[in-house]
């Protein structure tokens, strides 16, 4: 319907089935206008890292290929049986003001597991922290950060945010490496310069710095009122043995931890973040705009929602993964 005939609807598809296009190629616009958009804005600019799953209905589901493994039903012996799930990852990232204005995406990555499918048999065989992160599947996230720095061209001006799944040592020091700034929610308990204590343990002992009041709505819409306990601490962290004990030095960090200790009713989980970040953080007033820059990871999740809702991605119909994101697997 888009084409209007079937003239413009053969040309589109292709357009789609070049094989000498890339998704590289497609968006190199929209980076562009992004840089410029950057260069207009001054002092810091917070780049969000994030990654969505797009599953697609299909007849012969290996031209698109699989993301993850699912529970499908339950068998004759009431066993759990599994099936793939079609589709597409997406990673992006996207560029913010601290003011919450998006300027755009500087990073874009399309993949599915096919070439991950024995990522399992290879961690049986191998610790995990021996496999050079090249070859993980979460060395998108540090492309994120390179290509993003790249773009823009003033690292010494991002500010590199992620959740959990980001705590990844290699991140920190690549983003260190390249005169940039992290901030991500941790996952691992790190050790720290002194060999017998971890993150945990140190701020644990750590003295609270402060409370801060917050405001944000329940799922059902309901504006809450928290208060939040604030500390945070420097600290130097170590990698892991192996690999990275070998190819990557300590970092000095700080993590902040936030927990909330009373709000207003409401049915959402307490907040309780831990935030490590290479960026200087000497008062209670740094680290509640480090937790607000934290808070502002949403809106990726946003634009993913917008994305499947409104541009409804998800019906596409064209059949193969290449075709619908222009990736050459």
């Not at 492309?143 to 959740?163: A, F, M, Q, T, W």
């Not at 820059?293 to 990726?300: E, F, S, T």
């Not at 946003?302 to 059949?319: A, D, Q, T």
């Amino acid at each position: 319907m888009a084409c209007q005939d079937w003239a413009n609807t053969k040309a589109a598809y292709r357009f789609f089935s070049n094989p000498r296009l890339s998704e590289d190629e497609i968006l190199v616009g929209h980076f562009q206008s992004t840089k410029v958009r950057a260069e207009s804005v001054e002092g810091t600019l917070l780049v969000l890292h994030d990654t969505t799953e797009m599953t697609f209905k299909r007849a012969e589901p290996a031209d698109i290929g699989y993301t993850r493994k699912c529970a499908n039903r339950v068998g004759l012996f009431n066993q759990k049986q599994k099936r793939a799930m079609c589709g597409v990852l997406m990673h992006s990232s996207l560029v913010l003001t601290p003011e919450g204005l998006p300027l755009g995406f500087s990073a874009k990555k399309f993949w599915n597991r096919d070439r991950f499918k024995d990522a399992r048999a290879l961690y049986r065989r191998k610790n995990a922290t021996r496999i050079p992160i090249e070859e993980k599947e979460s060395y998108r996230w540090l492309e994120g950060v390179h290509n993003s720095n790249k773009l823009l061209g003033d690292p010494y001006r991002l500010v590199h945010i992620g959740d959990r799944e980001a705590d990844i040592f290699e991140l920190f020091s690549l983003a260190q490496g390249e005169d940039s700034n992290y901030l991500v929610r941790i996952k691992v308990n790190r050790r720290t310069e002194n060999e017998t204590k971890t993150i945990n343990s140190v701020l644990k002992k750590a003295k609270k710095k402060g409370k801060i009041k917050i405001t944000y709505h329940d799922p059902d819409g309901t504006l809450i009122t928290a208060i939040l306990a604030i500390k945070f601490e420097k600290m130097r962290l170590k990698p892991s043995f192996g690999i990275k004990r070998k190819n990557y030095p300590d970092l000095d960090v700080t993590v902040i931890h936030a927990k909330e200790i009373s709000k207003s009713g409401g049915t959402r989980e307490p907040i309780d973040w831990k935030l490590i970040t290479n960026l200087p953080v000497t008062d209670v007033a740094d680290a509640a705009e480090k937790l607000q820059w934290y808070a502002l990871r949403w809106r990726i999740e946003v634009f993913f929602k917008v994305l499947k809702s409104g541009c409804r991605v998800e019906e596409s119909k064209l059949r193969t993964a290449d075709a619908i994101c222009t990736f050459r697997s």
